[in-house]
């Protein structure tokens, strides 16, 4: 992978920021968890892939993290150590950022306001193939929790309750079905073929009606279908229905392999997608 820097930053930053390449055979968990065809893609087209110091500048505040997790661990705690499984002839690789003896698995991210309050599925995933992990290595887990800075809180999120950082409970899976997940991820991975992401991977974002009034910025209401938002006008009044089309967020801002992506260039081209 090739790192740019176009904003002409400090060398420091741009050697920081450079990624380790995958290695055959071996999966990271995030990996894992994540899409299939994205990694696939990422693999087959590593040298090629090309990326700003400005766009992973917070995956460097996350590594930061993990540092000084590292270097004031308590006594009592495991703090970002590697563990391996074997599996259908495959290495999962994680690293946990804290566990301690009371049995409590702790994942730290940052992520934004926005997401407040919020469970992600990926989150859900890591952290209970984590505690696979850890229970592989013979650590029993109890209890999984994240850990969420808001990278973008400020004053006025106070005033509406939001605070700097919350602890966000991750329900456990039973080790039966974390064993089979993850067995699932491995062969979806392994395909010959993998699958084209999942609406919800890919970020999507539906096609919406808004009714709207003269004079007014904001939706009196938005709906999911044009016969809703025209049966809503009719009962409660607006001048006219608006139409918002969906988006595949990620597809189109986000994903490092789009342009190698068939699904992501029929995308980029306006072309209808299934």
């Not at 065809?37 to 700003?52: F, G, I, N």
């Not at 919020?118 to 929790?145: C, D, M």
Request: aromatic letters at 8%; a negative charge; hydrophobic letters at 40%.
């Amino acid at each position: 992978m090739n790192i740019t820097n176009r904003m002409n930053l400090p060398a420091a930053l741009v050697s920081a920021c450079r990624p380790y390449p995958p290695t055959p055979g071996r999966y990271s968990v995030t990996e894992l968890v994540g899409p299939a065809m994205l990694a696939r893609l990422r693999r087959e087209h590593w040298d090629e892939l090309e990326e700003d110091v400005a766009d992973r500048l917070w995956a460097i505040m996350g590594s930061a993290m993990h540092g000084l997790l590292a270097e004031h661990g308590q006594a009592d705690e495991l703090t970002e150590e590697r563990l391996t499984l074997e599996m259908e002839g495959i290495t999962v690789s994680g690293r946990p950022d804290t566990y301690a003896d009371d049995g409590t698995l702790s994942d730290w991210k940052f992520t934004t306001v926005y997401s407040h309050g919020e469970l992600k599925p990926e989150w859900t995933s890591q952290l209970n193939i984590y505690a696979h992990l850890l229970r592989a290595h013979g650590f029993p887990v109890e209890r999984a929790q994240i850990i969420a800075i808001y990278r973008d809180w400020s004053r006025r999120h106070e005033a509406q309750g939001i605070p700097h950082a919350a602890v966000i409970p991750v329900p456990l899976w039973a080790p039966a079905y974390a064993d089979g997940y993850l067995l699932g991820r491995i062969e979806a991975h392994q395909a010959a073929t993998p699958p084209i992401c999942l609406p919800d991977e890919r970020w999507e974002r539906p096609t919406t009606f808004a009714v709207m009034k003269a004079g007014r910025k904001a939706a009196l209401r938005v709906l999911e279908s044009l016969d809703a938002a025209q049966a809503w006008k009719a009962e409660n009044g607006g001048d006219r229905i608006e139409e918002r089309l969906g988006e595949c967020v990620r597809c189109m801002s986000y994903c490092p392999v789009r342009q190698f992506c068939e699904f992501g260039r029929r995308l980029a081209g306006g072309e209808e997608t299934e």
